[in-house]
């Protein structure tokens, strides 16, 4: 398999397991651990990449930036935006989940990717034009909206802001284009393991018998994720279930070899 090699998620090897008491004899509380970013990708570094498109401003930039927004508020399943529609601006995420999906003519939709808190959603245009995919709140999100003029007087006036947009833009454009090399080169199958790799890696807890997978994820949504149906993802969950792969045990999904995951994923 191309990129990164697979290995458990910092967080998980520096976490006390949570029966562990503390030295001060209490249980700790639970970590929380936030859903990151997920979508179909071979490198799976560059779904660790810092989301933040305003981490690298001073606190005076950050302001003069903030002060510019408008913030809206949306409930699960409302939509950010919807495909063909006017583009007015760019939406950051401040808090909750946000779907990127495309739908074709015949209603057929593939998901591009689920965005999280620090990442914006709105591209590829920033000034103005037509929204050529749709967005959807998954959970209640609260975003900061940017209109396009005012895109264009901060990448005007602060420099630093211009750069913070280029790079997040790159990195989404290699987002998609990943996106499609997967979708071309890679047989359903093949990108279905892909994604339980990339489960695994950012979205997993040891447990008995292997990692649990720790995001709510339905064969449904990964069927749109890896652009197949339903009756896809069940064959092949019950061939890996038959290897000894993976086993799911209400709705949890249970990684019991990565490696043989991983053949999975390349074979040819």
Same mark, same amino acid.
Not at 173 to 201: D, F, H, P
């Given at each position: 398999?191309?990129?990164?090699?697979?290995?458990?998620?910092?967080?998980?090897?520096?976490?006390?397991?949570?029966?562990?008491?503390?030295?001060?004899?209490?249980?700790?509380? %639970?970590?929380?651990?936030?859903?990151?970013?997920?979508?179909?990708?071979?490198?799976?570094?560059? @779904?660790?990449?810092?989301?933040?498109?305003?981490?690298?401003?001073?606190?005076?930039?950050?302001? !003069?930036?903030?002060?510019?927004?408008?913030?809206?508020?949306?409930?699960?399943?409302?939509?950010?935006? @919807?495909?063909?529609?006017?583009?007015?601006?760019?939406? #950051?995420?401040?808090?909750?989940?946000?779907? /990127?999906?495309?739908?074709? %003519?015949?209603?057929?939709?593939?998901?591009?990717?689920? $965005? =999280?808190?620090?990442?914006?959603?709105?591209?590829?245009?920033?000034?103005?034009?037509?929204?050529?995919?749709?967005? /959807?709140?998954?959970?209640? =999100?609260?975003?900061?909206?940017?209109?396009?003029? *005012?895109?264009?007087?901060?990448?005007? /006036?602060?420099?630093?802001?211009?750069?913070? #947009?280029?790079?997040?833009?790159? !990195?989404?454009?290699?987002?998609?284009?990943?996106?499609?090399?997967? #979708?071309? /080169?890679?047989?359903?199958?093949?990108?279905? !393991?892909?994604?339980?790799?990339?489960?695994?890696?950012?979205?997993?807890?040891?447990?008995?018998?292997?990692?649990?997978?720790?995001?709510?994820?339905?064969?449904?949504?990964?069927? !749109?994720?890896?652009?197949? =149906?339903?009756? $896809? *993802? =069940?064959?092949?969950?019950?061939?890996?279930?038959?290897?000894?792969?993976?086993?799911?045990?209400?709705?949890?999904?249970?990684?019991?070899? @990565?490696?043989? #995951?991983?053949?999975?994923?390349?074979?040819?």
């Amino acid at each position: 398999m191309k990129g990164a090699a697979l290995t458990r998620p910092e967080a998980l090897r520096t976490e006390r397991p949570a029966h562990q008491k503390s030295r001060h004899g209490k249980s700790p509380k %639970p970590v929380i651990k936030e859903p990151s970013a997920l979508y179909l990708t071979e490198v799976l570094s560059e @779904l660790k990449q810092e989301a933040g498109l305003l981490d690298k401003l001073t606190l005076e930039e950050v302001q !003069a930036v903030r002060s510019q927004a408008v913030t809206v508020s949306l409930v699960a399943g409302e939509p950010v935006f @919807l495909q063909g529609a006017p583009h007015k601006g760019i939406f #950051l995420i401040e808090r909750g989940r946000v779907r /990127t999906y495309y739908a074709s %003519p015949s209603g057929k939709e593939v998901t591009l990717a689920y $965005w =999280t808190a620090g990442h914006f959603v709105g591209g590829p245009e920033v000034f103005g034009g037509v929204h050529i995919w749709s967005a /959807t709140a998954v959970e209640p =999100t609260h975003l900061s909206f940017l209109p396009g003029a *005012v895109i264009r007087r901060l990448v005007q /006036t602060i420099p630093s802001f211009a750069i913070c #947009l280029i790079e997040a833009l790159a !990195a989404k454009g290699k987002c998609y284009s990943a996106l499609a090399q997967m #979708l071309g /080169t890679r047989s359903i199958v093949e990108r279905i !393991a892909q994604l339980l790799l990339i489960l695994a890696e950012m979205d997993s807890r040891p447990g008995e018998g292997g990692l649990i997978i720790d995001r709510e994820i339905t064969q449904e949504q990964i069927a !749109a994720i890896v652009g197949s =149906t339903r009756q $896809w *993802v =069940t064959a092949a969950f019950r061939r890996f279930q038959k290897r000894n792969i993976i086993s799911v045990e209400r709705n949890t999904i249970i990684i019991h070899s @990565l490696s043989d #995951l991983a053949c999975s994923a390349s074979s040819r």
